[in-house]
Every structure is written in C-alpha cells, then in structure tokens.
C-alpha cells in the first residue's frame, strides 16, 4: 500500500495525467458561465446596478475579500457591465486560446464580484461554482510543454493536485448529498421534483398544470437526479 501511494505520488510531478478532461471541464464550466450570465442580462441593471434590487452594503474584510466584493462599493456599482462584458469576453476567449491561466484569473475576479453583489439570493451552487473556478486557477493542462525546468515541475505538480482535490471536493459534495436524500422520504418515493414544480417559487404557470398529468415521468426523473 506504501509503495503505491509512493508511486502515486511521484507520478505527480512528472506529467499531468489528465490534461483532456482538465480541458474539457474547463471549457464545460466556462460554457455554464457564460450562458447563466447570458441569461441574466436582462435583469442586469436590477442584479448588480447602482439602483439594484438589493441595496450597495459596503464590504469590511480584507483587502483580497475586497477584491471580490467590488460592486458593493456605490462608486463602482454602475460600471457593473464592465464586469459582464469582460466575463462574457473572456469565457469566449477560453475556446480559442491555448494558455489558460490568465482567462481563469478573469472568469473567477468578474464571476465572484457578479455573484457576490447578489449573495443574498444566491444558493449552494454559487459557491461550488467559485470554487471549482478557483481549482481551474491552479491547473494548466498544457504544463507538459513547458520548457523551464523548474517552473515545468511545479506547474505539473500543481495541475494534478489541484484536479485531485477537485475531484475530491465534487465527491464530498454529492456523497453528502445523498447522505440527506436518504435521511427523507420524497427522493426515495420519487416524488421530489413532483414537489418542486408545484411549488410557485421555482417552477412556471404551465409547468404547474403539467405536473400532475405526467407522474411517472416525474418519478423516473427523481431517481435519475437521485442515481446521479
């Protein structure tokens, strides 16, 4: 067993092992971004405006936390779209250029001052989506074309810890998840999302008149979320 992690531990400063699937996720997750944020345009001025929804409240923290909380500073608030567009500009970018780091410094500094101008309506996910933007800083699947020998096995090193612990992260997240699906009755009845639509807050007018005349698809749908 020693000998194995021995091994699995050398192997990580010699080669990233996954640079396909760090790259595809990337490009995965710069696509969710740059569509949700699509998708929010319209209500752009009442999300992250100086005359937004929620009020400008100051953010007291340090000054790496302030970085992030930029548009909760009232002389910042209107440049709001300055934000947007270098967000949208950048996960464009991500498709098309082969260094990464840079980008993914961008994507996490603009999505973190958007979502945290809103925290208050925001949800787990918004969270899991900024550190899952933070793991993607670390790593750089081209790292096996670097020619700097030093900078090449640390770069390599931490690309493939840093994809670890993202891995690690997902797992605990979804693990957890389970734990408190199987802790209740409406998952394992099938009946959650049933639940769900019916509910005004999350679901449509039409979607609510539908759900009771498709229970088995609901159903099936509830244990595919749930298997997953």
């Known amino acids: 067993m020693l000998e ?11 080669a990233v092992q996954q640079g396909n699937v760090i790259s595809l996720y990337r490009k995965g997750l710069n696509l969710y971004v740059f569509v949700i944020t699509c998708l929010q345009l319209g209500s752009a001025q009442d999300l992250w405006g100086e005359q937004a929804l929620l009020p400008i409240k100051f953010y007291e923290g340090n000054i790496f936390l302030q970085s992030l909380n930029l548009l909760s500073h009232s002389a910042i608030a209107p440049y709001y779209w300055i934000f947007v567009a270098a967000l949208l500009i950048c996960c464009v970018l991500s498709f098309f250029v082969k260094r990464q780091r840079i980008l993914s410094l961008l994507i996490y500094f ?3 001052n958007l979502i945290h101008r809103t925290q208050v ?8 989506l900024l550190i899952q933007l933070f793991f993607l800083l670390l790593m750089d699947e081209n790292a096996n074309e670097l020619k700097d ?5 640390f770069s390599i090193t931490l690309t493939n810890y840093a994809l670890l612990a993202s891995q690690l ?7 957890i998840s389970v734990i408190f699906k199987l802790q209740g009755t409406h998952w394992i009845e099938g009946t959650a999302l049933h639940y769900v639509l019916l509910n005004p807050d999350f679901s449509l007018p039409s979607l609510q008149k539908l759900t009771p005349q498709i229970p088995i698809i609901l159903w099936l749908c509830s244990w595919i979320v749930f298997l997953f």
Request: aromatic share 8%; net charge positive.
């Open 169 to 175: 992260h997902l797992i605990m997240v979804y693990v």
């Open 121 to 128: 309506i925001q949800n787990g996910s918004a969270d899991l």
């Open 4 to 14: 194995k992690i021995s091994t699995f531990l050398s192997q990580q400063s010699h």
């Open 110 to 112: 603009c999505s973190a």
């Open 149 to 153: 020998g030093k900078w090449k096995s």
